[in-house]
């Protein structure tokens, strides 16, 4: 009897590495937080074919919308510890807690991949009466509630930049604007009928291109070379640096518990697929930097984020729920 006790437990223990090296071993379905033909849905189909090749696999990708990504989020965490359900999504659900959309958020999850970021920016229409971001500043003082700043809601980009900026601005007094998106917030600003709007580079970049809208300066720790013209931040007001690098982001997760030697396989194909050149040449024409973290990296990249925002967002009034209440440390 125990002969038989102990060969089982042997051959359990050798079926867990067996199980790994074996991986795939069927479909992979890969859950996209986001809609058809968003930013989300079109950066991993992009990269996961490379990453199919890599593994020697088929990865089944599938819009799940709702909920700001909560649905999805919660769907797959549902799921088994197996490597056989990855997330796809965007920086939202760090910020579940602390708004009060869910209490799963990338803690619940290994991150693969944290393929790329994006970097905000501040727009202004071309009639605005500044063009450096001294300049805006100074107006924006010295006329209180006067200037109009697009939003995109409690949470979105533009609402953290301009948390951003008040916090290292005494008297940043600015009528906020409220939109259903960037899209039409940057329309709304060709049209005069806001002067500034704080926004994705990839969303803002043709209508600089084509003379509709002026660049003020890139919130970020330097320029970028799309537009290298472009004076990043910290040029003149290097106290921004402790809130950056900082940006909307996408990223491949599991959720936690998955195999290490499955978690490793996955790792390595999207790093190989986030190296691929229509990948990188995807993300400089959409104005986006590549940033293919994973492991402990990844995870620094994660904490930092939710710190800084969940802070950002909460003395600016804007979050329900304290970050204090969840753990999330002052950054």
């Known amino acids: 009897m125990k002969h038989l006790l102990l060969g089982g437990l042997l051959a359990a223990a050798v079926a867990v590495p067996a199980f790994a090296q074996d991986y795939p071993s069927k479909e992979i379905q890969g859950i996209i937080q986001w809609g058809a033909g968003g930013s989300t849905d079109v950066v991993m189909r992009t990269v996961t074919p490379h990453a199919e090749r890599a593994m020697n696999g088929k990865v089944v990708m599938r819009n799940m919308t709702g909920g700001v990504g909560a649905i999805a989020t919660r769907f797959v965490h549902a799921q088994p510890a197996d490597g056989y359900v990855l997330l796809m999504g965007a920086e939202n659900p760090l910020l579940y807690k602390v708004m009060g959309l869910g209490d799963i958020d990338y803690s619940e999850f290994t991150p693969i991949n944290i393929l790329a970021r994006g970097v905000p920016m501040l727009v202004a229409n071309n009639d605005a009466p500044f063009n450096t971001f001294t300049e805006m500043m100074a107006y924006i003082q010295e006329n209180p509630g006067k200037v109009k700043f697009g939003s995109t809601g409690p949470g979105g980009l533009a609402s953290v930049i301009t948390a951003m900026l008040s916090e290292q601005t005494e008297g940043m007094n600015v009528t906020s604007v409220p939109y259903d998106g960037d899209g039409p917030a940057l329309t709304a600003l060709q049209g005069g009928a806001i002067d500034v709007m704080p926004a994705v580079l990839g969303a803002a970049i043709e209508s600089i291109r084509g003379g509709r809208m002026k660049p003020i300066a890139m919130v970020n720790p330097e320029r970028v070379d799309v537009l290298p013209d472009v004076p990043a931040i910290t040029e003149t007001n290097p106290e921004y640096g402790a809130y950056l690098p900082w940006g909307p ?20 194909a999207y790093a190989e697929g986030a190296q691929s050149e229509d990948f990188v040449n995807l993300m400089a024409e ?42 999330i440390a002052r950054p």
Do not use: C
């Not at 982001?249 to 390595?268: C, H, I, Q, S």
């Not at 804007?318 to 209440?325: F, G, I, M, R, V």
């Open 249 to 268: 982001f996408f990223g491949v997760f599991v959720k936690k518990g998955t195999p290490d030697d499955v978690v490793a396989k996955l790792t390595a």
């Open 286 to 327: 959409r104005g986006y930097i590549v940033e293919s973290l994973s492991g402990d990296a990844a995870t620094a990249f994660l904490h930092n984020w939710q710190s800084v925002t969940s802070w950002l967002v909460h003395d600016a009034g804007l979050a329900p729920n304290s970050p204090e209440d969840f753990g």
